[in-house]
């Protein structure tokens, strides 16, 4: 269990830590020599069970809340520290309102500097605690009366700690790991060390970690090997959520590249951001919080300025809760359910907190019923609550990966939560993509539906290429999971394709009786030339037929799935296209992809008509295109064009 005190300057937190643990906390020469403490300080006591209890002493001063925060995040119960003479102070105020913000529940009151007044004050005192408490979320916390300089009272309130700590349930090591990097120091003989407390997940020694995010323009973070760790101040193999863990790091960077704000994550998780919805409460005690205001974000140990957009009317009034964006002016690491404090402009008052919903916005439509909607079922700590309503909402697929990482899911864990939702997952490399299986469903008849349309509109052609057809069907639907629908729906015989049209088996198209003799005059004219036939112009001047009739011809021929346009006024019989296709896939299997160099060294003639060649096949979606080389999308693409 991890203990952060809490309290105005002066109050006696340091003193009271020492007396509990016998660990000054304050380790900067400055402090020691001004008597305050300006930065996070830590202790640990050995538990009888063997397990560690861990102190993060806080500063007390109005201008080191920024420290404050940083500690505040991870601790697991509150020790509230009132000097008996002062009673509540405003920092003792402002520290209990970023308690409450933060959602810490669990806790006890120090009444501190006993020995310095009478029993009339410390009567006074309590019943000033009690009204402070009240309607907190620490209202009912045990008091302590205690003189940390003579001693007395502290052993009951170590006591009262040590009952507390026994029936403390440990953190759930879920998740992947995540640290708040605090402190970077580095140790002769050992190197860089970064501490922090683990939020999620497990590290051990030998594990990959990334340092994100980071000022070097390196977007994935800084990648590092654990040497070693202490976990609650001990030599250990493993840590885990919830525990004060100091890693040993070795990788290419220094100690510079580190800093308090960064965060030490599995590489999974390294996923930097600038944006992210979630849901904000104003306290009462606060003026409401105006759309677009300027904020300092403390989250994790980071303090990151940016500005509120509120999602909900113009403001949050006072007391209220409400959705709203936070953009950042820098990048950070989030998953939905972090806790943060959100400061004013000059970082003087402490205006909101809240709780991470979603780490991907969308960049439109985000007041729209159907996202808020969304956002307010994000607000369910069980991730399949979302997830149900966003596979009904989303038509074209949920982005596994994204819906995982804003959860902070493994792999194992994801995979669990997508087969008890029953979702349809099209896999794509990396790239994941779930459907509801009546969205999955409604999909395929809509793809039938727009082809039904097509063949009623131009009777006279074959079908529809590949990607006009994912198109029609549905503009935003990835082309993964549009091949995987069009397979199902081959396999299960309700639809067909010739050559690079998809149709409807029932459907034929076929050339007018006068066409079809024409076209058998004509075709040997391509034929002689396979791979660079001539153009339009050519063979009408070749055969003797007027230009525009051989243009108006070879279009219906197009239609009827016998030429391809290639180029402008430039056809390829289907048979030549096939042969090409089957080059451009062999191509694509010696080398990774297709070039124009080697393709026309294949088929001979000019490097351009192999370039027209190349671009044609990304037109209609057998290839895509990635600088200048050309990559075959799918084998199922592949054989649609051999075997027919």
Known sequence: MIIGTAGHIDHGKTTLVKA???????RLPEEKAR?????????????????????????????????????????????????????????????????????LDRGAVALTKCDAVDATRIAAARAEIAALLAGTRLQGSPLFALSATTGAGVAELRAHLDAVAATHTARSAAGRFRLAIDRCFTLSGIGTVVTGTAFSGRVGAGDTVVIAPTQRGSHGGIRARVKSLHVQDRPAQHGQAGERCALALTGDFEKQDVERGMWLVEPAAARPLTRFQAEL?????????????????????????GRVAVLEGDQIAPGATA?????????????????????????????????????????????????????????????????????????????????AANW????????????????????????QIGFA???????????????????????????????????????????????????????AGRLAASRAWLHLPEHQASL?????????????????????????????????????????????????????????????????VAQLAAIVAELDAAHGAARAADLRDRIGGGRKVAIHILEFFDRIGYTRRVRDEHIVRSTGATHAWLNN
């Open 323 to 403: 959705l709203a964006e936070i953009l950042l002016d820098r990048e950070t690491l989030a998953v939905r359910g972090d806790r943060f404090v959100l400061r004013d402009a000059s970082a003087r008052r402490s205006i909101a907190g809240g709780r991470v919903l979603d780490c991907f916005p969308p960049t439109r439509h985000k007041r729209s019923p159907a996202r808020l909607a969304l956002l307010a079922a994000l607000r369910d700590d069980d991730p399949a609550i979302s997830l149900r309503l966003l596979a009904g909402q989303a038509t074209a697929g949920i982005d596994l990966c994204r819906f």
């Open 512 to 576: 007018a009786a006068g066409d079809r003799d024409l076209f058998a005059v004509l075709q040997p004219l391509l034929d002689a030339q396979a791979f660079g036939p001539p153009r339009v112009r050519d063979i009408g001047k070749a055969s003797g037929t007027a230009e525009d009739a051989v243009r108006q011809l070879f279009r219906r021929v197009a239609r009827a799935g016998e030429l391809y346009p290639v180029a402008h006024d430039h056809y390829f019989t289907a048979q030549a």
């Open 35 to 103: 008597g305050i403490t300006l930065d996070l300080g830590y202790a640990y006591v050995p538990q009888a069970d063997g397990s560690v209890l861990g102190f993060i002493d806080v500063p007390g001063h109005e201008k080191l809340i920024h420290n404050m925060l940083a500690g505040a995040t991870g601790i697991d119960f509150v020790l509230l520290v009132i000097a008996a003479d002062d009673g509540p102070m405003p920092q003792t105020r402002e520290h209990l309102e970023l308690l409450e913000l933060l959602g």
């Open 408 to 431: 902070n899911l493994t792999e194992d864990a994801a995979t669990a939560l997508w087969q008890a939702a029953a979702l349809r997952v099209v896999r794509s490399g990396e790239q």
């Open 437 to 491: 299986a009546a969205g999955w469903q409604a999909l395929g008849e809509r793809l039938l539906a727009a082809l039904a349309t097509e063949h009623q509109r131009a009777p006279d052609m074959v079908g529809v290429e590949r990607e006009r057809l994912r198109r029609l069907t549905l503009p935003t639907l990835e082309r993964a999971a549009f091949d995987a629908l069009v397979a199902e729906l081959l396999a």
């Open 281 to 305: 409460h104003v306290p009462a005690t606060q003026a409401a919080l105006k759309h677009w205001t300027s904020v300092h974000l403390h989250l994790g140990a980071a303090d990151i300025t």
């Open 20 to 26: 509990l643990t016998g660990v000054d906390a304050d």
